[in-house]
């Protein structure tokens, strides 16, 4: 189980002093999966690097089935079974897909047909990508799908994935929507899953929207589905108005 | 011939050897001969005209065989240069394993310089290796001087994949290649510096040939205090396609200087160059990190998949 208790983080800007999380606090049970959404520059992304220890808080507590987490570093986090999945993964000059997934899976024996498994999952064919170089030769999209096989080669207990739909293409959406909710039906992990999707949204447990720093709505996706619609499709003040021809 | 654990390691470090190679080889140690072997199509001979050093001469046909050429140095204060010449027939294709590894335990200087020259034949392929290795906690340098020249004929092609390994106090590189008509020079550097070494790799490809192409990756690491200078230079003249891409990492208090330069004299050369110097990538130390690494771990990790 995930808590979080009265997370703050603030940064100084001159002689201010921006609150970007304001006293968040909350709980997440095992097996759950649970989608961050709402507007950009809300605070989303901030809140899961602190779970991951990317980010420190400035005030709070993380406890992680019932260790305080709170001052350790990535790498002990990592050790006790949280990921995270990059909205904007890195590229390593001579680290090949193979190589990250081994390093990922922690097994330095894996198996191609392990790998295969994975990189299936994100709709990549271990053919054409185990020697590859996860460099500037691969596109956006890829690089994003192999950063996610490299969270399931993980399979840590706390999966944390930033926008895993970014730049990826419809079919390859669906197929990654499909291990979503298989990894969620196995109850093999807990999920936190910072999207912007509908399709995504809908397969949570619960959904929680971040807005300016705080959590502004909590519920289940069928709940909160229609408010976020609501604000999304909240009109166009000028194509509402009604124009008249001088 | 390997009679000694020092041997053996500084062997299977510059040359994958781990007993005696299968083919043709030669092993030159502390400036003497300790082991030969000719085959068929691959003849291996002192030099003749006064100089230190042997002729290798490969066979028009040969394929799939290898050449072993390791030098190693044991003994401090040993200095030499060395000539080695290829003579390679048409139609090969030939592995040819060269490095060199000094042991210094001394506080005299070990040297060696090396003039290796490549004449490859028709439509023949040749994979060089080369690994450059030292150790030894003696105050005496270990100093490697090594220079490559590589005539290609028409259709011929070298694969030349060079390393610095660890331990090379300094290090000046001369390597030319001159490709004809259709000819293809691949060029892999790696070189790593650390403590305070110095490194200086001067690459000349002249793609004299119509339809000839060269490339050249070159990645290194300067950790420390070291400091290294690239010097990759690439000519066109005639319709031809060059590319020269340097990589390093930057560390500690080291120096880095990359100085490609490309030179058409036809305007059917197409030369492009790239050089890149910079630190290790917060965010990919930082990725590691989530998968389990310490910061330590996922730098070795980087350092030692960037010059793979």
Redesign the interface.
């Known amino acids: 189980m995930l808590e979080l208790k009265h997370i703050s983080y603030s940064v100084h800007e001159g002689d201010e002093e921006l609150g970007i999380l304001k006293d968040i606090s909350l709980t997440i049970d095992d097996h759950k999966l649970v989608v961050f959404t709402g507007p950009n520059g809300g605070g989303k992304t901030t809140l899961a690097k602190i779970i991951?220890g990317?980010v420190t808080p400035t005030e709070g507590q993380i406890i992680w089935n019932g260790q305080d987490i709170t001052g350790l570093?990535?790498?002990e986090r990592?050790?006790l079974g949280i990921?995270?999945g990059?909205q904007q993964?890195?590229r390593?000059?001579?680290?090949?897909v193979r190589?990250l997934l081994t390093?990922?899976s922690?097994d330095s024996k894996l198996s191609k047909d392990k790998c295969c498994q994975y990189l299936t999952k994100v709709g990549l064919c271990a053919n054409d990508y185990l020697d590859r170089e996860v460099d500037v030769s691969l596109s956006g999209g890829e690089v994003k799908r192999i950063e996610i096989a490299?969270i399931l080669a993980?399979n840590s207990q706390l999966m944390i994935f930033d926008e895993p739909e970014a730049g990826i293409d419809l079919w390859s959406f669906a197929r990654l929507t499909e291990t979503f909710e298989q990894i969620h039906a196995n109850g093999s992990a807990t999920m936190i899953i910072i999207s912007h999707q509908e399709r995504i949204i809908s397969l949570a447990d619960e959904v929680i929207v971040v807005g300016d720093g705080a959590i502004r709505h909590r519920g289940s996706a069928s709940e909160i589905l229609p408010q976020i619609l609501a604000d999304t499709l909240g009109g166009c003040p000028v194509l509402t108005k009604e124009v008249t021809a001088q | 011939m390997m009679d000694n654990e020092i041997d053996r390691e500084l062997l299977e470090k510059i040359a994958d050897m781990l007993g005696k190679p299968v083919g043709a080889f030669n092993i030159r140690k502390d400036s003497g001969c300790d082991g030969r072997q000719s085959t068929e199509h691959i003849e291996i001979t002192s030099k003749t005209d006064g100089k230190s050093g042997i002729d290798i001469r490969i066979k028009d046909g040969t394929v799939g065989e290898t050449c072993h050429i390791p030098v190693i140095i044991t003994k401090p204060g040993i200095e030499e240069m060395v000539y080695n010449d290829f003579y390679i027939g048409e139609n090969c294709n030939v592995d040819i394993v060269a490095g060199c590894g000094i042991h210094n335990c001394g506080d005299q200087t070990s040297r060696h310089d090396g003039l290796h020259t490549f004449y490859v034949g028709k439509n023949s392929h040749v994979h060089y290796t080369e690994k450059h290795y030292g150790e030894g906690d003696g105050k005496g340098g270990k100093i490697m001087n090594p220079q490559t020249v590589v005539y290609l004929e028409e259709g011929a092609s070298i694969q030349m994949d060079t390393t610095q390994i660890r331990g090379i106090d300094s290090t000046k590189r001369y390597t030319k290649i001159v490709c004809g008509k259709g000819a293809e020079a691949v060029i892999t550097e790696r070189l790593l510096t650390h403590g305070d070494q110095v490194a200086e790799s001067d690459m000349e490809i002249v793609l004299d040939g119509e339809d000839s192409k060269g490339r050249v990756i070159s990645r290194s690491v300067a950790q420390d205090e070291s400091s290294q200078v690239f010097y990759p230079r690439m000519v066109g003249n005639a319709q031809c396609f060059g590319h020269v891409q340097c990589d390093s990492i930057i560390m500690g208090q080291a120096k880095i200087k990359s100085i490609p330069a490309i030179t058409a004299n036809c305007t059917e050369a197409q030369l492009v160059h790239e050089a890149a110097i910079g630190k290790i990538a917060g965010d990919q130390l930082l990725k590691l990190e989530t998968l389990g690494l310490t910061e330590e771990e996922a730098e070795d990790c980087i350092l030692k998949g960037f010059l793979a």
């Open positions: 991951m990317l570093g990535i790498t990592a050790r990921s995270y990059f993964p890195p390593f000059k001579g680290l090949t190589d390093l990922a922690g490299s993980r």
